[in-house]
Nanobody, 125 residues
Framework: QVQLVESGGGWVQPGGSLRLSCAAS????????MAWFRQAPGKEREVVAG????????YYEDSVKGRFTVSRDRSANAVYLQMNSLKPDDTAVYYC??????????????????WGQGTEVTVSS
């Protein structure tokens, strides 16, 4: 059984930065891709960024392009989300998820088979 554990969340002022980490534990874990989702209060969960087998295979939702960077360390079974220029609208619980293959759409949650429990990010002054 593989578990994903997120860390790095917290409170930050607008314009600040946070780096989220997601580590996998358990049996051998080597999914095709990993992604970060977020769910803001009262809103549906949405994909934020994803990274595929090759590091140049990345996806970013329009709202975070140029501010967030997703990266992956396959040897460490980890994926990261560097978040810069944070805004109050970025406040949410952030989840990492693994997808076993390329699939069709980064946004489709049914293409992910393992999820973490989430880490909370609050952006406010």
């Amino acid at each position: 059984q593989v578990q994903l554990v997120e860390s790095g969340g917290g409170w930050v002022q607008p314009g600040g930065s946070l780096r989220l980490s997601c580590a996998a534990s358990g049996r051998i874990f080597n999914p095709w891709g990993m992604a970060w989702f977020r769910q803001a209060p009262g809103k549906e969960r949405e994909v934020v960024a994803g990274i595929g087998w090759n590091v140049d295979q990345t996806y970013y939702e329009d709202s975070v392009k140029g501010r967030f960077t997703v990266s992956r360390d396959r040897s460490a079974n980890a994926v990261y989300l560097q978040m810069n220029s944070l805004k109050p609208d970025d406040t949410a619980v952030y989840y990492c998820a693994a997808r076993p293959d390329r699939g069709s759409n980064w946004r489709w949650e049914n293409e992910y088979n393992i999820w973490g429990q989430g880490t909370e990010v609050t952006v406010s002054s």
